[in-house]
């Protein structure tokens, strides 16, 4: 590993999927267990545990690093484990929280070396202070990623950008079935269609309750790892609170398959409202309640789903499971809300990759609809104020809402959500490779 000219390090790698210091800032490192060599996240976690446990014997109790002009006396709190990666050729990745005597959470990012009985750390950097980045990741002309500053996260007032939606589809063993979002325009959001790029027949559908658009194809055997291309411009301008106009909202205020509304949502929803009598104070108290309770966390079983049981049982999960796990509470205490799923465009540079998908929610309080995103309120907390009561402009959102009724649909029944591509060969759901682009550069203006 070499250093570049500001001390930062350049990393050679195959890129895509990680976290931390990484896949949130759109940056993410490809690791196949074929690639790893026997080196497991296992070894990687127990690799960066023993340095932590060495220094903090060696050093009176605490882990201690040098931040700038002071010295910071740390104690471990937890390995992400699912933020640990091979980086190849005798490297490795592991990002961990450690609580410093002040009670703030400090993120550090470690690089390892050597063989996984014996791994020494070749670098330590402070990534987030109370979960804000310090940093971001960038590739070079070189193809080498470097250090840079970290992303600004939201863009007021109004973006504009191509947005590239690609699936390319696995080996298909029979006739399969394939449905992805068909993107379409609404009141914060100018969409244009430029190109379906595909050689596969298809044909648009419209779900039954929300309205979103989605092209349904059914490949065969010899499609296999034929790649389809959606292509828009969007214009798309930040999203505050905004009048429900004459739209019944009981159809937000039942329950879906993964989202229930009873007694006991009803019940922890009331204890967390208490005395307040406005829905718009009602939901700020909700709303500070799931960013209490929750922790954004994606390891283990049964996150992702936007499951609230388990989302309100495990404490933890992803942005479906947070906004889950509100829209259960808020439905339960009477208060209509819906879901929504897109991508986060990357605010500090022009283009690139976007890696996974993004979903954000809304309530209705006094004649409003109020825009929130716990999930991010969690990432950054300095901007927890901002996401009660606004979606940024750098945003595309695919679909709207849960259990999506659609003829032809899935097998299984109504599909959860739709953002990544769903695939299904005989009856079964097969994973289909879904991937992001965008870029900001060369984009006709769009009337609003």
Request: net charge positive; aromatic share 10%.
């Amino acid at each position: 590993m070499k250093k570049d000219k500001n001390k930062s390090p350049t990393i050679h790698a195959d890129l895509r999927r990680l976290g931390c210091g990484f896949a949130a800032l759109g940056l993410a490192f490809s690791v196949t267990l074929a690639a790893l060599g026997g080196v497991t996240k296992e070894d990687i976690a127990k690799g960066i545990k023993k340095h932590i446990e060495e220094r903090t014997q060696k050093d009176g109790g605490k882990f201690r690093i040098k931040d700038e002009n002071r010295e910071l006396s740390l104690t471990l709190v937890k390995v992400h484990n699912d933020k640990l990666a091979n980086l190849g050729k005798g490297l490795y990745f592991a990002c961990v929280d450690l609580k410093g005597d002040d009670g703030v959470i400090y993120d550090v990012d470690f690089f390892l070396a050597g063989d996984p009985a014996a791994m020494k750390v070749t670098e330590t950097m402070l990534h987030k202070i109370n979960r804000r980045p310090r940093y971001g990741w960038e590739m070079d002309s070189n193809g080498t990623w470097v250090k840079v500053p970290a992303d600004p996260a939201v863009i007021r007032g109004m973006d504009q950008f191509e947005f590239t939606y690609r699936v390319r589809l696995p080996e298909i063993p029979a006739a399969g079935r394939l449905w992805l979002p068909l993107v379409k325009s609404d009141a914060f959001q100018k969409v244009q269609l430029k190109r379906i790029t595909s050689t596969l027949q298809w044909k648009q559908i419209q779900d039954r309750d929300h309205g979103n658009h989605i092209l349904f194809f059914s490949p065969t055997p010899h499609d296999s790892g034929k790649v389809i291309e959606v292509q828009y411009e969007v214009r798309r301008k930040e999203k505050v609170s905004y009048p429900a106009g004459d739209m019944d909202p009981v159809q937000h205020l039942g329950p879906e398959r993964l989202v229930p509304v009873n007694k006991t949502f009803r019940d922890l929803a009331l204890k967390v409202i208490g005395n307040r009598k406005r829905k718009l104070e009602q939901g700020r108290a909700l709303y500070q309640h799931v960013l209490e309770h929750m922790e954004y966390d994606r390891t283990g079983k049964g996150w992702g789903n936007g499951d609230a049981v388990h989302a309100c049982d495990s404490r933890s999960g992803n942005c479906t499971d947070f906004h889950a796990y509100f829209i259960a509470l808020a439905r339960s205490a009477g208060i209509p809300a819906r879901f929504a799923i897109g991508a986060t465009i990357p605010a500090g540079k022009n283009k690139g990759m976007i890696y996974g998908y993004h979903c954000w929610a809304e309530f209705l309080a006094d004649g409003y609809w109020i825009p929130i995103d716990v999930s991010e309120a969690w990432r950054r907390p300095d901007l927890a104020d901002y996401y009660f009561g606004h979606h940024p402009a750098n945003r595309f959102e695919f679909s709207a809402g849960r259990d999506l009724a659609v003829k032809p649909g899935p097998s299984t029944g109504p599909i959860n959500f739709l953002a990544d591509a769903l695939l299904e060969v005989e009856g079964k759901g097969v994973k289909a490779e879904t991937e992001f682009a965008f870029q900001r550069e060369r984009v006709s203006s769009l009337p609003w």
